[in-house]
Protein backbone atom coordinates (compact mmCIF):
# COMPACT_ATOMS: atom_id res chain seq x y z
CA UNK A 1 0.00 0.00 0.00
CA UNK A 2 1.52 3.27 -1.11
CA UNK A 3 1.54 5.93 1.70
CA UNK A 4 3.47 8.72 0.54
CA UNK A 5 2.91 11.65 -1.56
CA UNK A 6 3.95 11.19 -5.20
CA UNK A 7 5.68 14.00 -6.55
CA UNK A 8 8.33 13.97 -9.81
CA UNK A 9 7.95 9.94 -10.56
CA UNK A 10 8.59 9.17 -6.73
CA UNK A 11 6.75 8.64 -3.55
CA UNK A 12 8.01 10.99 -1.01
CA UNK A 13 7.36 11.68 2.75
CA UNK A 14 5.43 14.97 3.35
CA UNK A 15 8.00 17.78 3.42
CA UNK A 16 7.52 18.31 7.66
CA UNK A 17 7.14 14.46 7.94
CA UNK A 18 3.67 14.94 9.36
CA UNK A 19 1.22 11.85 8.37
CA UNK A 20 -2.82 11.30 9.03
CA UNK A 21 -5.31 8.26 9.66
CA UNK A 22 -7.12 7.20 7.20
CA UNK A 23 -10.11 5.29 8.55
CA UNK A 24 -12.95 2.60 7.23
CA UNK A 25 -15.88 4.33 7.56
CA UNK A 26 -17.79 0.99 8.50
CA UNK A 27 -15.48 0.18 11.36
CA UNK A 28 -13.13 3.13 12.31
CA UNK A 29 -9.70 0.98 11.65
CA UNK A 30 -7.02 2.69 10.80
CA UNK A 31 -6.18 1.56 7.26
CA UNK A 32 -3.08 3.77 7.05
CA UNK A 33 -1.21 6.40 8.01
CA UNK A 34 -0.88 8.74 4.85
CA UNK A 35 1.77 11.32 4.32
CA UNK A 36 0.15 14.94 5.32
CA UNK A 37 0.97 16.99 2.17
CA UNK A 38 0.93 20.48 2.43
CA UNK A 39 1.53 24.19 0.46
CA UNK A 40 4.99 23.43 0.20
CA UNK A 41 4.66 19.90 -1.45
CA UNK A 42 2.19 21.41 -3.49
CA UNK A 43 3.94 22.95 -4.97
CA UNK A 44 7.00 20.72 -5.42
CA UNK A 45 4.26 18.54 -7.35
CA UNK A 46 3.54 21.81 -9.82
CA UNK A 47 7.05 22.22 -10.18
CA UNK A 48 7.49 18.73 -11.15
CA UNK A 49 4.27 18.78 -13.55
CA UNK A 50 5.79 22.21 -15.35
CA UNK A 51 9.18 20.27 -15.69
CA UNK A 52 7.42 17.21 -17.15
CA UNK A 53 5.38 19.62 -19.33
CA UNK A 54 7.90 20.13 -22.22
CA UNK A 55 8.42 16.76 -23.07
CA UNK A 56 5.00 15.31 -22.45
CA UNK A 57 3.24 17.74 -24.74
CA UNK A 58 6.16 16.91 -27.58
CA UNK A 59 5.45 12.88 -27.36
CA UNK A 60 3.17 11.95 -30.02
CA UNK A 61 -0.53 11.60 -29.29
CA UNK A 62 -0.04 7.89 -29.92
CA UNK A 63 2.87 7.37 -27.56
CA UNK A 64 0.62 9.17 -24.76
CA UNK A 65 -1.97 6.57 -25.88
CA UNK A 66 0.32 4.11 -24.89
CA UNK A 67 1.61 4.87 -21.42
CA UNK A 68 -3.02 5.53 -20.43
CA UNK A 69 -3.50 2.11 -22.13
CA UNK A 70 -0.71 0.32 -19.88
CA UNK A 71 -1.83 2.01 -16.83
CA UNK A 72 -5.55 0.40 -17.76
CA UNK A 73 -4.29 -2.89 -17.98
CA UNK A 74 -2.41 -2.75 -14.80
CA UNK A 75 -5.79 -1.07 -13.17
CA UNK A 76 -7.50 -4.55 -14.58
CA UNK A 77 -4.67 -6.60 -13.27
CA UNK A 78 -5.13 -5.45 -10.12
CA UNK A 79 -8.71 -4.90 -10.01
CA UNK A 80 -9.82 -6.86 -6.41
CA UNK A 81 -6.62 -4.93 -4.52
CA UNK A 82 -7.98 -1.91 -6.03
CA UNK A 83 -11.59 -2.69 -4.96
CA UNK A 84 -10.90 -3.65 -1.85
CA UNK A 85 -8.67 -0.63 -0.91
CA UNK A 86 -11.64 1.91 -1.85
CA UNK A 87 -14.00 -0.46 -0.26
CA UNK A 88 -11.63 -0.01 2.88
CA UNK A 89 -11.55 3.72 2.65
CA UNK A 90 -15.13 4.32 1.29
CA UNK A 91 -17.47 2.17 2.56
CA UNK A 92 -18.38 0.95 -0.69
CA UNK A 93 -19.69 -2.54 -1.25
CA UNK A 94 -17.22 -4.80 -2.60
CA UNK A 95 -18.74 -5.82 -5.85
CA UNK A 96 -19.59 -1.59 -6.51
CA UNK A 97 -15.82 -1.08 -5.91
CA UNK A 98 -15.48 -3.35 -8.67
CA UNK A 99 -17.43 -1.67 -11.00
CA UNK A 100 -15.96 1.42 -10.12
CA UNK A 101 -12.28 -0.17 -11.21
CA UNK A 102 -13.25 -1.20 -14.82
CA UNK A 103 -15.68 2.76 -14.86
CA UNK A 104 -12.34 4.38 -14.03
CA UNK A 105 -10.41 2.37 -15.99
CA UNK A 106 -12.18 3.37 -19.33
CA UNK A 107 -11.55 6.44 -19.07
CA UNK A 108 -8.10 5.89 -19.42
CA UNK A 109 -8.80 3.95 -22.73
CA UNK A 110 -11.65 6.41 -23.93
CA UNK A 111 -8.97 9.16 -23.63
CA UNK A 112 -6.20 6.85 -24.89
CA UNK A 113 -8.05 7.48 -27.99
CA UNK A 114 -9.83 10.32 -27.87
CA UNK A 115 -6.13 12.00 -28.01
CA UNK A 116 -5.46 10.69 -31.42
CA UNK A 117 -8.36 12.47 -32.70
CA UNK A 118 -7.42 16.55 -31.52
CA UNK A 119 -7.81 17.73 -34.71
CA UNK A 120 -7.00 21.34 -35.97
CA UNK A 121 -8.72 23.55 -38.25
CA UNK A 122 -7.91 25.83 -41.99
CA UNK A 123 -10.29 28.79 -42.45
CA UNK A 124 -10.36 30.12 -45.85
CA UNK A 125 -8.87 33.73 -46.10
CA UNK A 126 -10.33 36.41 -47.24
CA UNK A 127 -6.77 37.39 -48.25
CA UNK A 128 -4.92 34.41 -50.92
CA UNK A 129 -1.98 36.01 -49.48
CA UNK A 130 -2.42 34.69 -46.12
CA UNK A 131 -3.40 30.64 -44.63
CA UNK A 132 -5.23 30.60 -41.52
CA UNK A 133 -4.77 28.19 -39.12
CA UNK A 134 -6.54 26.88 -35.48
CA UNK A 135 -4.40 24.48 -33.68
CA UNK A 136 -5.28 22.83 -30.22
CA UNK A 137 -2.31 22.98 -27.50
CA UNK A 138 -3.01 21.40 -24.40
CA UNK A 139 -2.71 24.28 -22.34
CA UNK A 140 -0.21 23.91 -19.27
CA UNK A 141 -0.06 21.97 -16.13
CA UNK A 142 -4.11 21.04 -14.54
CA UNK A 143 -4.75 20.52 -11.30
CA UNK A 144 -7.31 17.86 -9.80
CA UNK A 145 -9.26 17.65 -7.14
CA UNK A 146 -11.47 14.90 -6.18
CA UNK A 147 -14.11 13.80 -3.84
CA UNK A 148 -14.24 10.30 -1.54
CA UNK A 149 -17.33 8.89 -3.11
CA UNK A 150 -15.77 7.76 -6.13
CA UNK A 151 -11.78 7.67 -4.97
CA UNK A 152 -10.59 5.87 -7.96
CA UNK A 153 -13.05 6.77 -10.93
CA UNK A 154 -13.19 10.83 -9.80
CA UNK A 155 -8.90 10.80 -10.60
CA UNK A 156 -9.10 8.94 -13.61
CA UNK A 157 -12.28 10.76 -15.12
CA UNK A 158 -10.05 13.88 -14.94
CA UNK A 159 -6.02 12.02 -15.91
CA UNK A 160 -7.14 10.65 -18.66
CA UNK A 161 -8.58 13.99 -20.88
CA UNK A 162 -5.35 15.65 -19.17
CA UNK A 163 -2.81 13.43 -19.73
CA UNK A 164 -3.64 12.47 -23.64
CA UNK A 165 -4.40 16.03 -24.23
CA UNK A 166 -1.00 16.50 -23.10
CA UNK A 167 -1.09 18.43 -20.20
CA UNK A 168 0.69 17.25 -16.79
CA UNK A 169 -1.35 17.01 -13.66
CA UNK A 170 -1.30 17.56 -10.02
CA UNK A 171 -4.46 15.22 -7.94
CA UNK A 172 -5.16 16.24 -4.49
CA UNK A 173 -7.33 13.31 -3.16
CA UNK A 174 -9.99 13.62 -0.30
CA UNK A 175 -8.56 13.30 2.90
CA UNK A 176 -10.89 10.54 3.38
CA UNK A 177 -9.63 8.23 0.02
CA UNK A 178 -6.24 9.12 -0.52
CA UNK A 179 -5.34 5.67 -0.71
CA UNK A 180 -6.95 4.99 -3.97
CA UNK A 181 -5.26 7.73 -5.82
CA UNK A 182 -1.73 6.47 -4.90
CA UNK A 183 -2.30 3.05 -5.83
CA UNK A 184 -3.20 4.74 -9.35
CA UNK A 185 0.06 6.97 -9.07
CA UNK A 186 2.31 3.80 -8.20
CA UNK A 187 0.52 1.97 -11.34
CA UNK A 188 1.37 5.22 -13.39
CA UNK A 189 4.99 4.82 -11.84
CA UNK A 190 5.17 1.00 -12.81
CA UNK A 191 3.45 1.45 -16.61
CA UNK A 192 6.85 3.76 -17.22
CA UNK A 193 5.16 7.60 -17.15
CA UNK A 194 7.61 9.75 -17.30
CA UNK A 195 8.41 11.41 -13.89
CA UNK A 196 6.34 14.46 -12.95
CA UNK A 197 3.73 13.58 -15.50
CA UNK A 198 1.00 12.64 -12.72
CA UNK A 199 1.52 13.77 -8.98
CA UNK A 200 -0.75 13.07 -6.03
CA UNK A 201 -0.58 15.40 -2.97
CA UNK A 202 -2.67 13.84 0.17
CA UNK A 203 -3.18 15.92 3.08
CA UNK A 204 -6.18 17.78 5.13
CA UNK A 205 -5.20 21.06 4.37
CA UNK A 206 -7.05 21.43 1.27
CA UNK A 207 -7.45 25.10 1.12
CA UNK A 208 -3.58 25.38 1.68
CA UNK A 209 -2.73 22.27 -1.07
CA UNK A 210 -5.35 24.26 -3.29
CA UNK A 211 -4.15 27.70 -2.68
CA UNK A 212 -0.48 26.84 -3.69
CA UNK A 213 -2.40 25.45 -6.87
CA UNK A 214 -3.73 28.07 -7.76
CA UNK A 215 -1.22 30.50 -6.67
CA UNK A 216 0.96 29.96 -10.28
CA UNK A 217 1.10 30.57 -13.33
CA UNK A 218 1.86 27.33 -14.50
CA UNK A 219 -1.54 25.26 -13.50
CA UNK A 220 -3.98 26.47 -16.52
CA UNK A 221 -6.65 24.69 -15.53
CA UNK A 222 -8.45 23.25 -12.40
CA UNK A 223 -11.30 20.53 -12.53
CA UNK A 224 -12.80 20.51 -9.27
CA UNK A 225 -15.47 17.56 -8.20
CA UNK A 226 -17.31 18.13 -5.16
CA UNK A 227 -20.10 20.46 -2.97
CA UNK A 228 -21.29 23.41 -4.83
CA UNK A 229 -20.05 25.68 -1.75
CA UNK A 230 -16.24 24.77 -2.10
CA UNK A 231 -16.76 24.98 -5.85
CA UNK A 232 -17.74 28.47 -5.60
CA UNK A 233 -14.55 29.04 -3.04
CA UNK A 234 -12.24 27.61 -5.88
CA UNK A 235 -14.02 29.65 -9.16
CA UNK A 236 -13.24 33.15 -6.97
CA UNK A 237 -10.02 31.84 -6.07
CA UNK A 238 -9.12 30.87 -9.91
CA UNK A 239 -9.56 35.10 -10.90
CA UNK A 240 -6.05 35.42 -9.30
CA UNK A 241 -4.34 34.02 -12.40
CA UNK A 242 -7.64 33.52 -14.63
CA UNK A 243 -7.50 30.12 -14.56
CA UNK A 244 -10.05 27.72 -16.28
CA UNK A 245 -12.37 25.51 -14.22
CA UNK A 246 -14.46 22.45 -14.77
CA UNK A 247 -16.81 22.65 -11.49
CA UNK A 248 -18.59 19.17 -11.30
CA UNK A 249 -20.37 20.11 -7.81
CA UNK A 250 -23.48 19.08 -6.35
CA UNK A 251 -26.89 17.28 -7.62
CA UNK A 252 -30.66 17.43 -6.75
CA UNK A 253 -31.79 14.58 -9.36
CA UNK A 254 -35.62 14.13 -9.68
CA UNK A 255 -36.48 11.08 -10.52
CA UNK A 256 -39.82 11.55 -12.59
CA UNK A 257 -42.46 8.18 -13.00
CA UNK A 258 -44.81 8.75 -15.47
CA UNK A 259 -48.53 6.40 -15.24
CA UNK A 260 -48.10 4.82 -18.82
CA UNK A 261 -43.70 3.58 -17.67
CA UNK A 262 -42.69 0.42 -17.37
CA UNK A 263 -43.25 -0.05 -13.72
CA UNK A 264 -40.15 -2.83 -13.33
CA UNK A 265 -37.98 -0.78 -15.06
CA UNK A 266 -38.55 2.29 -13.00
CA UNK A 267 -38.40 0.39 -9.94
CA UNK A 268 -35.19 -1.28 -11.04
CA UNK A 269 -33.46 1.71 -11.99
CA UNK A 270 -35.15 3.52 -8.53
CA UNK A 271 -33.13 0.91 -7.38
CA UNK A 272 -29.65 1.51 -9.19
CA UNK A 273 -29.84 5.44 -8.92
CA UNK A 274 -31.27 5.27 -5.37
CA UNK A 275 -28.73 3.05 -3.39
CA UNK A 276 -25.29 2.98 -5.17
CA UNK A 277 -23.02 3.85 -2.64
CA UNK A 278 -25.64 3.74 0.30
CA UNK A 279 -26.85 7.23 -1.73
CA UNK A 280 -23.87 8.95 -1.90
CA UNK A 281 -23.82 9.96 -5.64
CA UNK A 282 -23.74 13.15 -6.94
CA UNK A 283 -26.29 11.95 -9.60
CA UNK A 284 -28.26 9.52 -7.48
CA UNK A 285 -32.08 10.13 -7.43
CA UNK A 286 -33.06 12.96 -4.70
CA UNK A 287 -36.80 13.21 -5.02
CA UNK A 288 -39.06 10.63 -6.69
CA UNK A 289 -41.78 12.35 -8.32
CA UNK A 290 -44.76 9.82 -9.19
CA UNK A 291 -47.62 10.18 -11.41
CA UNK A 292 -50.59 10.03 -9.10
CA UNK A 293 -52.08 6.43 -11.29
CA UNK A 294 -49.14 4.33 -10.71
CA UNK A 295 -47.81 6.21 -7.16
CA UNK A 296 -49.36 3.33 -4.86
CA UNK A 297 -47.93 0.26 -6.88
CA UNK A 298 -44.27 2.32 -7.78
CA UNK A 299 -44.22 2.96 -3.76
CA UNK A 300 -45.33 -0.95 -2.82
CA UNK A 301 -42.98 -2.22 -5.33
CA UNK A 302 -40.03 0.00 -4.67
CA UNK A 303 -40.93 -0.57 -0.45
CA UNK A 304 -40.31 -4.44 -0.91
CA UNK A 305 -36.94 -4.10 -3.32
CA UNK A 306 -35.21 -1.68 -0.56
CA UNK A 307 -36.28 -3.94 2.63
CA UNK A 308 -34.66 -6.54 0.92
CA UNK A 309 -31.63 -4.50 0.71
CA UNK A 310 -28.76 -6.09 2.82
CA UNK A 311 -26.91 -3.44 5.40
CA UNK A 312 -23.48 -4.54 6.27
CA UNK A 313 -19.65 -3.93 5.81
CA UNK A 314 -19.14 -2.78 2.08
CA UNK A 315 -16.09 -5.73 2.02
CA UNK A 316 -18.61 -8.36 4.11
CA UNK A 317 -20.03 -11.08 1.39
CA UNK A 318 -23.37 -9.94 0.35
CA UNK A 319 -23.82 -6.32 1.27
CA UNK A 320 -25.90 -3.92 -0.56
CA UNK A 321 -25.67 -0.95 1.72
CA UNK A 322 -22.10 0.10 3.12
CA UNK A 323 -21.75 2.71 6.37
CA UNK A 324 -22.59 6.80 5.48
CA UNK A 325 -18.76 8.49 5.35
CA UNK A 326 -18.85 9.82 8.08
CA UNK A 327 -21.03 11.10 11.02
CA UNK A 328 -22.03 14.20 9.39
CA UNK A 329 -23.06 12.18 6.55
CA UNK A 330 -25.18 9.92 8.89
CA UNK A 331 -26.54 12.90 11.35
CA UNK A 332 -27.70 14.54 7.36
CA UNK A 333 -29.27 12.27 6.35
CA UNK A 334 -31.07 11.42 9.82
CA UNK A 335 -31.89 15.15 9.87
CA UNK A 336 -33.60 14.71 6.71
CA UNK A 337 -35.76 12.02 7.84
CA UNK A 338 -36.86 13.30 11.18
CA UNK A 339 -37.92 16.84 9.24
CA UNK A 340 -39.82 14.73 6.24
CA UNK A 341 -41.52 13.46 9.49
CA UNK A 342 -42.43 16.61 11.57
CA UNK A 343 -44.18 17.44 8.38
CA UNK A 344 -46.17 14.96 7.64
CA UNK A 345 -44.13 12.14 5.81
CA UNK A 346 -43.83 8.52 6.39
CA UNK A 347 -41.70 5.90 6.25
CA UNK A 348 -42.73 2.89 4.66
CA UNK A 349 -39.56 0.82 5.62
CA UNK A 350 -36.00 2.45 7.34
CA UNK A 351 -36.23 5.10 9.08
CA UNK A 352 -33.81 4.84 11.71
CA UNK A 353 -30.09 3.97 12.25
CA UNK A 354 -28.96 0.01 11.71
CA UNK A 355 -26.91 -1.69 13.81
CA UNK A 356 -24.37 -4.02 12.23
CA UNK A 357 -22.22 -5.77 14.39
CA UNK A 358 -18.63 -5.47 15.02
CA UNK A 359 -19.10 -2.47 13.06
CA UNK A 360 -19.19 1.22 14.16
CA UNK A 361 -22.74 3.17 14.06
CA UNK A 362 -22.18 4.60 10.82
CA UNK A 363 -25.44 2.92 9.10
CA UNK A 364 -28.66 4.37 7.92
CA UNK A 365 -31.59 1.80 7.35
CA UNK A 366 -32.25 2.02 3.49
CA UNK A 367 -35.87 4.21 3.31
CA UNK A 368 -38.55 4.85 1.66
CA UNK A 369 -40.72 8.51 2.60
CA UNK A 370 -44.20 9.26 1.25
CA UNK A 371 -46.42 11.89 1.58
CA UNK A 372 -43.38 14.43 0.67
CA UNK A 373 -43.65 17.73 -0.51
CA UNK A 374 -41.43 20.49 -1.89
CA UNK A 375 -41.78 21.99 1.87
CA UNK A 376 -39.22 19.22 3.37
CA UNK A 377 -35.16 19.52 3.53
CA UNK A 378 -35.46 16.44 1.71
CA UNK A 379 -37.13 17.68 -1.48
CA UNK A 380 -35.38 21.07 -1.35
CA UNK A 381 -31.64 19.83 -0.67
CA UNK A 382 -28.76 16.93 -1.32
CA UNK A 383 -29.54 14.29 1.12
CA UNK A 384 -26.62 12.20 -0.05
CA UNK A 385 -27.77 9.20 1.67
CA UNK A 386 -30.22 5.99 1.56
CA UNK A 387 -33.57 8.07 1.72
CA UNK A 388 -35.65 7.76 -0.94
CA UNK A 389 -38.52 10.43 -0.76
CA UNK A 390 -41.58 10.02 -2.79
CA UNK A 391 -44.18 12.67 -4.00
CA UNK A 392 -47.14 12.30 -5.78
CA UNK A 393 -47.73 14.40 -9.15
CA UNK A 394 -51.10 14.69 -11.54
CA UNK A 395 -49.88 16.34 -14.43
CA UNK A 396 -46.37 16.62 -16.90
CA UNK A 397 -46.47 20.32 -16.02
CA UNK A 398 -46.74 19.81 -12.42
CA UNK A 399 -43.66 17.43 -12.90
CA UNK A 400 -41.63 19.43 -14.89
CA UNK A 401 -42.10 22.30 -12.85
CA UNK A 402 -41.16 20.80 -9.74
CA UNK A 403 -38.04 19.09 -11.45
CA UNK A 404 -37.01 22.95 -12.38
CA UNK A 405 -37.61 24.54 -9.15
CA UNK A 406 -34.34 23.69 -7.49
CA UNK A 407 -30.84 25.67 -8.19
CA UNK A 408 -29.19 22.44 -8.78
CA UNK A 409 -29.30 20.52 -12.46
CA UNK A 410 -26.74 18.12 -12.90
CA UNK A 411 -29.07 15.02 -13.61
CA UNK A 412 -32.89 13.77 -14.29
CA UNK A 413 -34.34 10.90 -14.83
CA UNK A 414 -37.76 9.91 -16.89
CA UNK A 415 -39.65 7.03 -17.10
CA UNK A 416 -42.45 6.81 -19.56
CA UNK A 417 -43.30 5.32 -22.98
CA UNK A 418 -44.56 8.35 -24.60
CA UNK A 419 -42.43 9.38 -27.27
CA UNK A 420 -43.98 12.79 -27.89
CA UNK A 421 -43.13 13.57 -23.80
CA UNK A 422 -39.45 12.34 -24.35
CA UNK A 423 -39.34 14.87 -26.27
CA UNK A 424 -40.72 17.53 -24.14
CA UNK A 425 -38.97 16.81 -21.41
CA UNK A 426 -35.50 16.26 -22.73
CA UNK A 427 -36.23 19.91 -23.42
CA UNK A 428 -37.74 21.67 -20.85
CA UNK A 429 -35.91 20.02 -17.81
CA UNK A 430 -32.79 21.88 -17.16
CA UNK A 431 -29.92 19.41 -16.27
CA UNK A 432 -27.11 19.11 -17.86
CA UNK A 433 -27.73 14.81 -18.03
CA UNK A 434 -31.17 13.05 -18.84
CA UNK A 435 -31.75 9.59 -18.44
CA UNK A 436 -35.13 8.16 -20.18
CA UNK A 437 -36.13 5.07 -18.82
CA UNK A 438 -32.25 4.55 -17.75
CA UNK A 439 -30.97 5.31 -14.00
CA UNK A 440 -27.19 4.91 -15.06
CA UNK A 441 -25.99 7.22 -17.93
CA UNK A 442 -22.38 8.30 -16.86
CA UNK A 443 -19.83 6.84 -19.70
CA UNK A 444 -16.97 7.48 -20.49
CA UNK A 445 -18.17 8.27 -24.20
CA UNK A 446 -20.34 10.57 -23.19
CA UNK A 447 -20.19 14.48 -21.34
CA UNK A 448 -20.71 14.39 -17.71
CA UNK A 449 -21.65 17.72 -16.09
CA UNK A 450 -24.22 20.21 -14.76
CA UNK A 451 -25.69 23.12 -15.18
CA UNK A 452 -26.59 26.08 -12.85
CA UNK A 453 -25.14 25.73 -9.45
CA UNK A 454 -24.69 21.90 -10.39
CA UNK A 455 -21.17 23.03 -12.41
CA UNK A 456 -19.78 24.16 -15.44
CA UNK A 457 -17.68 22.30 -17.95
CA UNK A 458 -18.07 18.70 -19.30
CA UNK A 459 -15.92 15.57 -18.33
CA UNK A 460 -16.05 12.67 -20.72
CA UNK A 461 -17.03 12.32 -24.10
CA UNK A 462 -15.02 14.03 -26.74
CA UNK A 463 -16.31 17.41 -24.86
CA UNK A 464 -14.23 16.16 -21.74
CA UNK A 465 -10.77 17.03 -23.74
CA UNK A 466 -11.38 20.31 -24.92
CA UNK A 467 -11.49 21.65 -21.43
CA UNK A 468 -7.59 20.70 -21.98
CA UNK A 469 -6.81 22.50 -24.55
CA UNK A 470 -6.25 25.74 -25.81
CA UNK A 471 -7.18 27.29 -28.78
CA UNK A 472 -4.16 29.14 -31.28
CA UNK A 473 -5.15 30.90 -33.85
CA UNK A 474 -2.17 31.24 -36.57
CA UNK A 475 -1.80 33.47 -39.36
CA UNK A 476 0.65 32.22 -41.87
CA UNK A 477 1.45 35.04 -44.63
CA UNK A 478 2.61 32.98 -47.36
CA UNK A 479 3.36 35.54 -50.41
P1 LIG B 1 -16.15 18.69 -0.70
O1 LIG B 1 -16.14 18.94 0.73
O2 LIG B 1 -16.40 19.82 -1.62
O3 LIG B 1 -14.74 17.99 -1.01
C1 LIG B 1 -14.33 17.67 -2.31
C2 LIG B 1 -12.83 17.91 -2.44
O4 LIG B 1 -12.56 19.29 -2.22
C3 LIG B 1 -11.99 17.16 -1.41
O5 LIG B 1 -10.78 16.78 -2.01
C4 LIG B 1 -11.76 18.21 -0.35
O6 LIG B 1 -10.60 17.99 0.42
C5 LIG B 1 -11.59 19.44 -1.20
N1 LIG B 1 -11.80 20.69 -0.49
C6 LIG B 1 -12.53 20.92 0.63
N2 LIG B 1 -12.47 22.23 0.98
C7 LIG B 1 -11.68 22.83 0.07
C8 LIG B 1 -11.23 24.17 -0.13
N3 LIG B 1 -11.60 25.16 0.68
N4 LIG B 1 -10.44 24.43 -1.18
C9 LIG B 1 -10.07 23.45 -2.01
N5 LIG B 1 -10.45 22.16 -1.89
C10 LIG B 1 -11.25 21.85 -0.87
O7 LIG B 1 -17.22 17.61 -1.14
P2 LIG B 1 -17.57 16.24 -0.43
O8 LIG B 1 -18.47 16.51 0.69
O9 LIG B 1 -16.33 15.46 -0.20
O10 LIG B 1 -18.33 15.51 -1.63
C11 LIG B 1 -19.70 15.52 -1.74
C12 LIG B 1 -20.18 16.54 -2.74
O11 LIG B 1 -19.56 16.35 -4.00
C13 LIG B 1 -21.65 16.42 -3.00
O12 LIG B 1 -22.26 17.68 -3.05
C14 LIG B 1 -21.72 15.76 -4.37
O13 LIG B 1 -22.90 16.00 -5.07
C15 LIG B 1 -20.53 16.31 -5.03
N6 LIG B 1 -20.10 15.43 -6.10
C16 LIG B 1 -20.29 15.86 -7.38
C17 LIG B 1 -19.95 15.04 -8.42
C18 LIG B 1 -20.16 15.50 -9.83
O14 LIG B 1 -19.60 14.90 -10.72
N7 LIG B 1 -20.92 16.55 -10.07
C19 LIG B 1 -19.39 13.78 -8.18
C20 LIG B 1 -19.20 13.38 -6.86
C21 LIG B 1 -19.56 14.23 -5.82
P3 LIG B 1 -10.71 17.36 1.89
O15 LIG B 1 -11.24 16.00 1.68
O16 LIG B 1 -9.31 17.37 2.38
O17 LIG B 1 -11.64 18.24 2.68
Redesign the pocket.
Known sequence: MHTACFIDGAFVPARDGRTFAVRNPATDAIVAQVAEGGAGDARAAVDAAARAFPAWKSLAAIERARHLRRIAELMHRDAERLADLCSQECGKPLAEARTEVSYAASFLEWYAEEGKRVYGETIPASDPAKRLLVLRRPCGVAAA??????PIA?VT?KMGPALAAGCTQVV??????PLSALAIAALAGEAGLPAGVLNVVP?????A???AFLDTLHVRHVS????????R??LR?SAEQVVRMS?????HAPFIVFDDADLDAAVAGAMASKFRNAG????CANRFLVQRGVHDAFVDRLTAAVAALKVGDGRAAGTQIGPL?DDA?LRKAEAHVADARALGARATTGGARAAVAGCADRFMQPTVLVGVTPAMRCFRE?T?GPVAPVCAFDHEADALRIANDTPYG?AAYVFTRDGARIVRMTEELQYGIVGVNDALPATAQAP???VKH??LGR?GGRQGIEEYLDLRYVSWRVG
Open positions: ITPWNFMRKPAEQTGTDAPIASFTGSTEVGILQLELGGQTCVIGEFLFGGSGE
